[in-house]
DNA sequence: GTCAAATTGATAACATCTTATCATTATCAA
DNA sequence: TTGATAATGATAAGATGTTATCAATTTGAC
């Protein structure tokens, strides 16, 4: 079970400040429920932090993510999307109308691989019609 | 059972000649035992066709894809890659350290979505450790 | 063989996403 | 409050993948 009590690497580095700009981002993706790009973030935070910018947004990313506060997620033809670490195993849906990204729980894969292949982990997406956009096409 | 006889574009265009490099390219699709990048692909044409450019790759790759013999395959954090088209449904395999793609047969996924999302489609990418890099690395 | 025009290859230009730079500002230990 | 310095924001620069441009070449109907 990989935690990592401080991130790899070797130092704690240096201080570590807590801004306002920081604050808005974590609450962003706290209560987030649905993996967010970083120009989602950026919009999500910017009512809680006039004048953030896309740069501090990404600075930020990347720390959480070697803090292991964050995970990326990656799904095909789009950027990197961020979601809280620890959530239980889950996969994506993708929309094909709004492209915004869902977690769907309860989804069970199976497979055979080739003699000599090993599988360490895998990734499922789920293409279709949310509800928002279902509900707004009325079909 | 869509095939279309002609792109979904108005006329049948102009002429369409058969030319040394588009035959280099179909051949190595032909022959590919997994979906290709473009710089795969016009590092396996090239030794058909001297002097071949990448820009004739992608040209010749978006043709082939317009008219259905191949399709675009997208895996998570890669560029797109290439494959006959009209092959069974099936899924990949990326491996972690050789970062090449395979096809992998008979993978079943279940899911149960959310009241009123809709699937269409799903993509299945199993991460690990291919054949050869098993071997190479001897454990 | 001719020749209009499709095709090619080299490369510049784009598009997109991410990181680096740097002057300015904010943080927080003392 | 002070002050060393971490953090920020604007923006240039980078990385990567793809498309447009255009002179030169190749194709193929005649």
Redesign the interface.
């Given at each position: 079970m990989r935690r990592g009590g401080s991130p790899a690497v070797p130092g704690p580095g240096p201080a570590a400040r807590d801004t306002r700009q920081k604050r808005a981002i974590r609450r962003v993706l706290e209560h987030a429920d649905r993996p967010l790009s970083p120009d989602e973030i950026l919009a999500a935070a910017l009512p809680h932090s006039e004048g953030l910018g896309i740069a501090t947004v990404y600075r930020s990313l990347r720390a959480l993510v070697d803090e292991r506060w964050l995970s990326a997620v990656?799904?095909?033809?789009r950027p990197?999307l961020y979601e809280r670490s620890g959530k239980s195993h889950h996969?994506h849906?993708m929309c094909?109308v709004c492209a915004r990204v869902?977690e769907?729980?309860?989804?069970?894969?199976?497979?055979?691989?080739?003699?000599?292949?090993?599988?360490?982990?895998?990734?499922?997406?789920?293409?279709?019609?949310?509800?928002d956009c279902?509900?707004n096409r009325r079909r």
């Open positions: 990656e799904v095909p033809g990197v996969h849906f094909d869902y769907i729980e309860g989804c069970d894969v199976s497979a055979t691989l080739p003699r000599g292949f090993r599988a360490r982990d895998h990734d499922v997406t789920i293409y279709g019609t949310c509800r279902s509900a």
